[in-house]
């Protein structure tokens, strides 16, 4: 969903009403129209939609304030399931989750550091689906993160995907694993999944994202004012020179994490 381009308004819909709704648990279009200043016609479109795919179900009526009683839809849960993986030095680890982020399988694979992880993925694969006691069919989407420890990244991307796309037979998107973790910030944390702008530090892997929108900027992008978002060591600081300048910025949160903790900062 997120992009080094300019945003699409059709994604940046999709992730705000389904992510409304998930958090609402049941909704109705109205009050998903209330909330996030849209029409009334372009929420019936895309809940219309939803359910048409099976991401959503009808789950009763809301009060009324007078008049017909608002219709309330809330996500599947049988719809289906999204596998992420994480590619790390020496390890893999998998988890399977619902449409509304209930962990419903975990799996890891620890592999010899002088061997593919590719090879290991299908084992990975099938100790989720085996315990999910499912079939491969009910893996809808599947994500991949990438460590950027990782050597030779392009090609660990493209053999990652190709091995996970051939065991599962559906497509997977590689990311790297710190903007997958940015992602994972962006949405199922309520203090920054809706703040426009938001800095994810890793200070023990130096890794830095900024997401702006659906956009994001990384170690690659170009400019002095990103310094902070390529890789540092500890001893320069950078952390906290990356605080002050995502401070100055007009409604910059900072999300800074180290050692598996995630301490939330906002200026």
Known sequence: MFTPNPSNDRAEKNLTFLNLIREHKSISRSEIAKLTDTTMVTVSNYVNGYLKKGLLVESGYDTSSGGRRPELVGLNKAWGAALGIEVGVGRLRAAAVTLSMDVLSEASIDYPEEKKPHDYAKALCERIVSDLKK????????????????????????????????????????????????????????????????????????????????????????????????????????????????????????????GGETDKISE
């Open 135 to 258: 079939e491969k069919t009910f893996i809808k989407k599947i994500g991949i993160g990438l460590s950027e420890s990782m050597e030779n990244a392009e090609e660990t991307d493209s053999s990652m995907a190709k091995s996970v796309e051939e065991n599962m037979g559906t497509q997977a998107i590689v990311a790297k694993e710190a903007l997958s973790r940015a992602f994972a910030e962006k949405i199922l944390n309520p203090e920054t999944h809706s703040t426009e702008k938001i800095l994810y530090l890793n200070n023990d892997r130096a890794e830095g994202i900024l997401l702006e929108g659906l956009e994001y900027r990384d170690a690659d992008t170009k400019g002095e004012n990103y310094a902070y978002l390529k890789p540092w060591g500890r001893a320069f600081g950078i952390v906290n020179k990356a605080r002050r300048i995502a401070a100055e910025g007009v409604g910059t949160k900072i999300v800074h994490a180290s």
